[in-house]
Nanobody
Framework: QVQLVESGGGLVQTGGSLRLSCAAS????????MGWFRQAPGKEREFVAT????????LYSDPVKGRFTISTNNAKNTVFLQMDNLKPEDTANYYC????????????????????WGQGTQVTVSA
């Protein structure tokens, strides 16, 4: 059973930066990709970014492209999300998730492609 633990959330002013981390434990396990989703109050959970295990493929949602960077440390089964130039609309609970087998570029943007989820870390951006 894979366990995912996120950290790094907090309160930041508009234009500031945060770095989220997500560590996977409970192996041995198979991971094809690790991703981030977010959910703001009153809204559905949405895709933010994902990265293949080997780091060769990264995908971003349009609202974060150019501001967020996803990376991975395979040796530690950890994925990071560097968030720069944060905006109030980035305020949400951020969730880490993993894909076990495979997902296409289309599928990797969908929640149902992901097998395991963390509990989330809150990011609040003040105006």
């Amino acid at each position: 059973q894979v366990q995912l633990v996120e950290s790094g959330g907090g309160l930041v002013q508009t234009g500031g930066s945060l770095r989220l981390s997500c560590a996977a434990s409970g192996g041995p396990f198979k991971i094809y990709a690790m991703g981030w989703f977010r959910q703001a109050p009153g809204k559905e959970r949405e895709f933010v970014a994902t990265i293949s295990r080997n780091g060769a493929t990264t995908l971003y949602s349009d609202p974060v492209k150019g501001r967020f960077t996803i990376s991975t440390n395979n040796a530690k089964n950890t994925v990071f999300l560097q968030m720069d130039n944060l905006k109030p609309e980035d305020t949400a609970n951020y969730y880490c998730a993993t894909v076990r087998d495979f997902c296409s570029n289309y599928e990797c943007r969908r929640e149902d492609a992901y097998d395991y989820w963390g509990q989330g870390t809150q990011v609040t951006v003040s105006a």
